[in-house]
Nanobody, 125 residues
Framework: VQLQASGGGSVQAGGSLRLSCAAS????????TGWFRQTPGKDREFVAA????????HYADSVKGRFTISRDNAKNTMYLQMNNLKPEDTAVYYC???????????????????WGQGTQVTVSS
């Protein structure tokens, strides 16, 4: 599976961005998708996850109410809508996938099997 993240950029605090993650090369029928972010010198942290059907989502407390994860399986694309951005949201954002075998939304980076290359999000105050 190859994942291509895009949509990052520079915005002012309070602004919005929508990240996209395009998937290709899938061989299984169902995948759970997660978004993670990382800043220099820190571990990659969980942001949000969504089930294959889209019926289940989970968010980190730090983004709950501001970010929305979604997917369009017909387009093999997943999204992260980020509103009311804050300077502390500045990071490289990564999308990741895991073959969905159980109805569990994983928050641990080590659970995910496939990773995109990351897209930079910079929020200025």
């Amino acid at each position: 599976v190859q994942l291509q993240a895009s949509g990052g950029g520079s915005v002012q605090a309070g602004g919005s961005l929508r990240l996209s993650c395009a998937a290709s090369g899938r061989t299984e029928s169902r995948y759970t998708t997660g978004w993670f972010r990382q800043t220099p010198g820190k571990d990659r942290e969980f942001v949000a996850a969504i089930s294959w059907s889209g019926s289940s989502t989970h968010y980190a407390d730090s983004v709950k109410g501001r970010f929305t994860i979604s997917r369009d399986n017909a387009k093999n694309t997943m999204y992260l809508q980020m509103n009311n951005l804050k300077p502390e949201d500045t990071a490289v954002y990564y999308c990741a996938e895991k073959v969905e075998k159980y109805r569990i939304l994983y928050v641990d980076v080590h659970e995910y099997e496939y990773w995109g290359q990351g897209t930079q999000v910079t929020v200025s105050s």
